[in-house]
């Protein structure tokens, strides 16, 4: 089992920014281990829609267009975290937003592709 533990949410005013942290750990870690991670986000009473993912070594990232230039994912393989930095925040960021890890792919947009999720952190953007 993988546990994954979001960090860095929080109320934040438009325009603000925050960076939101990942932890993983639960399994046996080494630097052989493959695996992507990603960042979705999901409203109240809205599906859960993909926001960012980053491959195994961090060398290819992938960025939903709503996000694009806002949003930046990255990873440290040594602390088995992944992190989102976002920018420029708008009130319609306020959503939960949850990592999740695949270890049998190279990142992707589509949830079921996941193996683990967090719990979720909550971000709230004031206006």
């Known amino acids: 089992q993988v546990q994954l533990v979001e960090s860095g949410g929080g109320l934040v005013q438009a325009g603000g920014s925050l960076k939101l942290s990942c932890a993983a750990s639960g399994r046996t870690f080494t630097p052989f281990t493959r695996y992507s991670l990603g960042w979705f986000r999901q409203a109240p009473g809205k599906e859960r829609e993909f926001v960012a993912a980053?491959?195994?070594?961090?060398?290819?990232?992938y960025y939903a267009d709503s996000v694009k230039g806002r949003f930046t994912i990255s990873r440290d393989t040594a602390k088995n975290t992944v992190y989102l930095q976002i920018s420029s925040l708008k009130p319609e960021d306020t959503v939960v937003y949850y990592c999740?890890?695949?270890?049998?792919?190279?990142?992707?947009?589509?949830?079921?592709?996941?193996?683990?999720w967090g719990q979720g952190t909550q971000v709230t953007v004031s206006s």
């Open positions: 999740a890890a695949d270890f049998r792919g190279p990142g992707s947009i589509n949830s079921r592709e996941y193996d683990y």
């Open positions: 980053i491959n195994w070594s961090g060398g290819n990232t």
